[in-house]
């Protein structure tokens, strides 16, 4: 199982990721989208804050300091209230954890950074015991955000790049032809 993509950890961990089976990845894939659908964050209100923070940040670079305004420091933290709020919306879908944990068992836990110490993901009667068990149980409950987050990457990235270059080859055709 050394195939895959490594991703360091928060805790000085790695986790070898290896993309799960087309029914795993589309269950994940399809799980997320009824999170992201089901937290009320819409394309518009994300678009709004990107835009927000780029306009202040335009400001500070047009003004030459250095300082952060206090203004856009508190837009900043309220962006970031919003959104860590509507992540914690997400992951907190049952449906979605059980998805990212099936494709979880595809992957090692290197709480040292190397194989020797691996642990794979696998469910017992507890849960997933790379969280409890005492060679790990630390480094991966901290680690427990970013495992997530590289298991949908890795298992959502070929999703992704489809449906970016489907829609540029669209946006292509349009602009070729003739309204």
Request: a neutral charge.
């Amino acid at each position: 199982m050394e195939n895959g993509k490594s991703y360091p950890m928060p805790s000085g961990a790695s986790l070898l990721v290896t993309v799960a089976n087309w029914g795993e990845t589309k269950a994940l894939h399809d799980a997320l989208a009824r999170a992201v659908n089901g937290s009320g964050v819409t394309a518009a209100e994300a678009a709004g804050f990107m835009k927000g923070l780029q306009a202040r940040a335009s400001t500070e670079a047009a003004k030459g300091s250095s300082k952060e305004d206090p203004e856009a420091a508190a837009v900043k933290l309220e962006v970031l209230a919003v959104l860590a709020r509507k992540a914690l919306e997400i992951g907190s879908s049952r449906e979605l954890e059980q998805a990212i944990f099936v494709c979880a068992e595809k992957c090692l836990y290197k709480p040292d950074g190397t194989m020797k110490t691996a642990v794979q993901f696998k469910r017992d009667a507890a849960g997933y015991g790379v969280f409890d068990q005492p060679s790990c149980r630390d480094g991966a409950r901290k680690d427990y955000y970013a495992i997530c987050a590289a298991i949908v990457e890795e298992n959502l990235r070929p999703f992704g790049e489809a449906l970016f270059s489907a829609f540029t080859a669209h946006a292509e055709k349009r602009a070729e032809s003739p309204a």
